[in-house]
T-cell receptor, first 109, second 115 residues
Framework: GQNIDQPTEMTATEGAIVQINCTYQ??????LFWYQQHAGEAPTFLSY??LDGLEEKGRFSSFLSRSKGYSYLLLKELQMKDSASYLC??????????WGAGTKLIIKP | SAVISQKPSRDICQRGTSLTIQCQVD?????MFWYRQQPGQSLTLIAT?????????ESGFVIDKFPISRPNLTFSTLTVSNMSPEDSSIYLC????????????FGPGTRLLVL
């Protein structure tokens, strides 16, 4: 079966760095996505990785290792507004998105 | 990305009634999706709606319960029929965009409460 694993909840301190991991087992691979979702709002697109390596976009970076079925989202200089759920999703061979359950990130002052 | 709007943004409905949710996009898109997200859970795909063809439903979702229309490349509707409290959820439409039609962008969602 297809499976996406990410931690349920993480806590970090304002100004610090946090890494949210995602491991996957899917039927084929056509890219991995990270979305941010604030409570009560729709998911917003953060990043897309299809090749191995690190993609940096401001305070957020996303890493992919296809051989390991592994990705992480790195958030630097954490701000209170970064408190949200972070969803990992993988596009399988049928171009369907397989969604993880999301990681709730709590930022403390 | 696209500007996606949904109507209504929220509603409270009585069991046994039906609600039609509209999704409007500011540009033409081939693929649109309808998702459900129940409180504290991740997204569940209901169906894929492509213009000019019947919607494709995921396991556990049927056309009689969730009829979908896709009359053109900028608009779609999802109807939640014969509602029960278990249908209380956020309903989201999304569209695919990007250089390789790979990235999904979401509408703001419709928050439905069924009493």
């Amino acid at each position: 079966g297809q499976n996406i694993d990410q931690p349920t909840e993480m806590t970090a301190t304002e100004g610090a760095i946090v890494q949210i991991n995602c491991t996957y087992q899917t039927s084929g691979f056509n890219g991995l996505f990270w979305y941010q979702q604030h409570a009560g709002e729709a998911p917003t697109f953060l990043s897309y990785n299809v090749l191995d390596g690190l993609e940096e976009k401001g305070r957020f970076s996303s890493f992919l290792s296809r051989s390991k079925g592994y990705s992480y989202l790195l958030l630097k200089e954490l701000q209170m507004k970064d408190s949200a759920s972070y969803l990992c999703a993988v596009m399988d061979s049928n171009y369907q998105l397989i969604w993880g359950a999301g990681t709730k990130l709590i930022i403390k002052p | 990305s696209a500007v996606i709007s949904q109507k209504p943004s929220r509603d409270i409905c009585q069991r046994g009634t039906s609600l039609t949710i509209q999704c409007q996009v500011d540009s033409q898109v081939t693929m649109m999706f309808w998702y459900r997200q129940q409180p504290g859970q991740s997204l569940t795909l209901i169906a894929t709606a492509n213009q000019g063809s019947e919607a494709t439903y995921e396991s556990g979702f049927v056309i009689d319960k969730f009829p979908i229309s896709r009359p053109n490349l900028t608009f779609s509707t999802l109807t939640v029929s014969n509602m029960s409290p278990e249908d209380s959820s956020i309903y989201l439409c999304s569209v695919v965009m990007g250089d390789y039609q790979e990235t999904q962008y979401f509408g703001p969602g419709t928050r439905l409460l069924v009493l």
